[in-house]
């Protein structure tokens, strides 16, 4: 199976900040919904950055599709599509003008697709998109992605700030596009339900750095959550355990589930923010 996005060892250091990525490595499989998960100001968003050529890297590689891009090459770019968390088009166009105007810019772009997703979602064809709120941005925003054929959906914050009926609107077009079991999705959202509803495979960013990246459900099915003592949990051996943080005197884990762990009072991971609040908050292992 083909990656439609691999990244080895990207690399970006500002002159101006002590903020840096550093050595991030991971892909996206068809079929898959990959989430970046990660505190504010951990990189994910820097990351979506470098990925679309946005930011230059100091080091590292990105293949697209298996071939390796240079900030020169723009053919690839008609098999993605992005969403950033603010709307970027032209403030004074109307949807109808930025159908003729995307018919020219995108090579597989589908003005009849277009229409069904703009009546879809409601929104108004002959008014300024100035005019339109948050939502009704986004939903623009997410029709025009879905309109022009991409095996790769990048989304940065898409749902953020979003109701909670145009955020399920938004979530059932993101698993719509992913049924095609050729195509795929990277994303970051700080909203736990996206995560919870969409994810397949998760990367934990910390400090610019990938802390962890796991399959959703071999998380929630082969981990648990630990409460214990000090001394309780120093009977376990490194291996066992993927996060953990003291609070209040206790140590709080994210466990495997084996022969040693399964004598102690495990609990169940049941979504997503019980293992968040551990492994974005915890202590190096």
Known sequence: MTPLLSVHHLTKQFSNSRFSINDVSFQVDPGEIVALIGKNGSGKSTLIRMIVGDYPLTSGEIYFFSQRVSPEDTAYKNDISVVFDSMNFTKNMTVDKLNRMFQKVFRHFDSTLFNDYIQRFELPEKQAVKFFSRGMSMKLSMAVALSHKSRLLI??????????ASRDEIQDEIEKFVHDSNRGVLMTSHIAE???RLA???VFLRHGQVYTQIDKAALFNNYARLTCDETEFEKL???????KKHHLGEVQAIVLKNERTLSFDLEPIEYIDQVNKIILRGEDI
């Open 155 to 164: 989304l940065d914050e898409a749902t953020a700030g979003l109701d909670a």
């Open 194 to 196: 996206d995560i919870d």
């Open 200 to 202: 397949t495979k998760l």
């Open 237 to 243: 051996e490194d291996e066992d355990v993927l996060a």
